[in-house]
């Protein structure tokens, strides 16, 4: 299995920076593309931003410019940095991964536990 551990949320002022981390681990074979998904009450998870392997980066709208995905692939880890802050970012914001457990295993998507982002003053 794989497992993914996020970290970075909390409580930041409008206009403030926080950064995001997620650790994959477990018996990974390959992992294809990452990224951060996000749930505000009442709505529904929504893309932030991914980055395949090789790199390419897609963002949601909402978030162009002022975010930033990134990856460690020796560390099988994924950064998300936010700058400009706003309180309509103010969700849990969750990792994604889509990895293989073998050669011959099919790519399966996997879940962080989230973790809570607050924008306000």
């Known amino acids: 299995q794989v497992q993914l551990v996020e970290s970075g949320g909390g409580l930041v002022q409008p206009g403030g920076s926080l950064r995001l981390s997620c650790a994959a681990s477990?018996?990974?074979?390959?992992?294809?593309?990452m990224g951060w998904y996000r749930q505000a009450p009442g709505k529904q998870r929504e893309l932030v931003a991914a980055?395949?392997?090789?790199?390419?980066?897609n963002y949601a709208d909402s978030v162009k410019g002022r975010f930033t995905i990134s990856r460690d692939n020796a560390k099988n880890t994924v950064y998300l940095q936010m700058n400009s802050l706003k309180p309509e970012d103010t969700a849990v914001y969750y990792c994604?991964?889509?990895?293989?457990?073998?050669?011959?295993?099919?790519?399966?998507?996997?879940w962080g536990q989230g973790t809570q982002v607050t924008v306000s003053s």
């Open positions: 994604n991964t889509d990895a293989k457990l073998s050669i011959i295993a099919a790519y399966r998507d996997y």
């Open positions: 477990g018996s990974i074979f390959r992992i294809n593309a």
């Open positions: 980055i395949t392997s090789g790199g390419s980066t």
